[in-house]
């Protein structure tokens, strides 16, 4: 337990809003002398959509729920019926339309990311050096992980390779 007193306490804080002060494969080094053999075998299995570990559990009924939720808006976004309304967390489906709603797709994704960052916080509570703290700290440098393939230039680019793809094709379906 000492050493995770250490541990903790040498990690720099997380925020949504941040970058991410180093690779996961660096945080897993950290950890190796810190932790059990089998506390580090989940944490290097550790994936957003993980089940097992502490804390883990309990994201991942949020984590669940949320995608569900992001499913059933793109299918009504898209007419297409949604299935699961009764399986549905009016908490969760409140705060993901919100997150959501109307806003560019960055920005969106900027909104779910601080989302699921106060869902960790709320989840870590008050620990701070225990296993709890440590998979929490864990699943935000994932969310951070997750956010550094976001670029906004290149998104613009794609976007414009495709809508100028898409207006080749226009233009080759009215030519016949």
């Not at 670029?151 to 976007?159: E, I, S």
Request: charged share 25%; glycine share 6%; proline share 3%.
């Amino acid at each position: 337990m000492a050493s995770y007193y250490y541990l903790m306490s040498s990690l720099p804080m997380l925020r949504a809003d941040g970058e991410m002060p180093f690779p996961y494969s660096e945080f897993l080094e950290m950890c190796r002398p810190a932790v059990s053999g089998a506390k580090y075998s989940l944490l290097r299995e550790l994936t957003l959509s993980s089940r097992k570990g502490p804390l883990v559990a309990e994201w991942a009924k949020f984590y669940a729920a949320m995608q569900r939720e992001l499913c059933c808006l793109r299918n009504r976004r898209l007419g297409r019926q949604t299935q699961g309304e009764q399986e549905r967390d009016d908490a969760v489906c409140a705060a993901v339309t919100a997150a959501v709603g109307g806003k560019n797709p960055l920005e969106a994704e900027k909104a779910l990311l601080a989302l699921q960052f106060q869902k960790l916080d709320e989840l870590i509570g008050l620990h701070y050096f225990d296993d709890y703290a440590l998979m929490g700290y864990a699943l935000k440098l994932r969310l951070l992980e997750r956010k550094s393939v976001f670029d906004q230039k290149k998104g613009k680019a794609v976007l414009g390779r495709i809508l100028g793809s898409l207006q080749k094709q226009i233009m080759l379906d009215e030519q016949e």
